[in-house]
């Protein structure tokens, strides 16, 4: 097998193990016991593990190993962590969470420039699509009902 087959098949394995908790948060690896397990050099390890690193899956700790972070620090919206989380068992939380970051940002993308304008503090954009309209549509909102329904409130 090439390196590449050989690192991707390292890392698919890794991150599912890990998204769907057969790796618990905590949980500590070591790279011997990741090149036995995967008949794979320590080059190839440590590549997957850089990758995971990136995407705060893991970090190392010296004298320790390899240790799982919770999944609070995770790079939610990563493409790989999105794709393992859909395969595994939070696939229905996974799809829910999605669908709310698309309610929260297509109708405030479809508004265009005319709807950018700069936020704050962190807090501001909860509110920041909602006009002072008793309505509670939009400010940057079509008149379509389709782009504010969830915004009623």
Known sequence: MTATVLHSSVLDTLGREIVSGQIPSGGVLTLEQLQERFGVSRTVVRECMRILESINLIH?????????????E?????????????EGPGRDAQLRNL?????????????????????TNEIDWWRWPRSSAPSG??????????STSHFTG
């Open 60 to 72: 190392s700790r010296r004298r320790v190993g390899i240790v799982v972070r919770p999944p609070s």
């Open 74 to 86: 995770w790079t939610v919206l990563d493409a790989r962590i999105i794709h393992w989380r859909l």
């Open 99 to 119: 669908t709310e970051l698309r309610l929260a940002v297509e109708p405030v993308a479809a508004g265009g420039p005319r709807c950018a304008r700069p936020l």
């Open 137 to 146: 549509r939009p400010a940057c909102s079509r008149s379509s009902s389709r």
